[in-house]
C-alpha cells in the first residue's frame, strides 16, 4: 500500500516538477522554445512599410536571435527596396532586438522597446542607410505593441493560477524563453 501511495504522489507532482524547470528560484517556470518563438514571428512577415514618400522597403525571412546577456530576443530580417529592380540593389539584413512583457489580458507575450542593433546593405548610400535605420526603428516601435511573441494556453496557466502565481519575468536563455511566475499581485 506504501508504494502505490508513493507512486502516486510522485506522479502528482509531476505536474509542478515541468512548471519548476532548470533554476534555482522558487516560482514555478513555463519554456518557450526558440522554435516556438520563430514560428510566431515569421507570422508576421513579410511585410512592407513606406519610409517618407520615396521609400518603400518590404522585410522578410525573419532568423531568431536570442541575446541572453541583454535579456532580449530578436530577428535579422532581410530587407528589399520596393520598386526598385533586385539587381540594382542587394537586399539588406536588419537585426532587431526587443525586450518582453506579459500581457495578463489575453495571456500573450509582447514585444517592447525595439531597438535596431544593425543595418547592413550593400551598394546602398551612407545618407540613404541613414535615413533607413531612423525609419526602421520609428516604424518598429509602432509595430511593437502588436507583436505577440507568444500566447500562453490556458492550461500553460492553470497550476500556476491554482497555486496563487502569475508570470512575472521573462528570462531569456540559450534556446528559448523562461517565463518565471511569482506570487499573484493584489488589485
Given amino acids: 500500500m506504501n508504494r502505490r501511495w508513493l507512486l502516486s504522489m510522485a506522479l502528482a507532482c509531476c505536474p509542478v516538477a515541468d512548471l519548476r524547470a532548470e533554476g534555482g528560484e522558487g516560482g514555478p517556470r513555463h519554456k518557450v522554445r526558440a522554435a ?5 514571428l515569421s507570422t508576421r512577415f513579410p511585410m512592407q512599410f513606406s519610409l517618407g514618400s520615396v521609400l518603400a522597403v518590404q522585410v522578410s525571412a525573419p532568423r531568431l536571435l536570442l541575446l541572453p546577456a541583454r535579456n532580449k530576443v530578436g530577428a535579422t530580417l532581410v530587407a528589399q527596396l520596393v520598386g526598385i529592380p533586385p539587381q540594382a540593389v542587394a537586399p539588406g539584413e536588419v537585426d532587431v532586438v526587443f525586450a518582453l512583457h ?10 517592447r522597446e525595439p531597438e535596431v542593433l544593425d543595418l547592413r546593405w550593400r551598394g546602398v548610400p551612407p545618407e540613404t542607410l541613414q535615413q533607413l535605420r531612423r525609419g526602421l526603428g520609428a516604424v518598429m516601435k509602432e509595430a511593437a505593441g502588436d507583436l505577440v511573441v507568444h500566447t500562453l494556453a490556458p492550461r500553460d496557466l492553470a497550476l500556476a493560477d491554482t497555486m496563487g502565481f502569475e508570470p512575472r519575468r521573462m528570462d531569456v536563455v540559450d534556446d528559448g524563453v523562461v517565463i518565471v511566475f511569482g506570487p499573484k499581485a493584489r488589485r
Fill in 102 to 111: 506579459y500581457e495578463p489580458s489575453d495571456r500573450t507575450v509582447r514585444a
Fill in 36 to 40: 516556438e518563438l520563430h514560428a510566431a
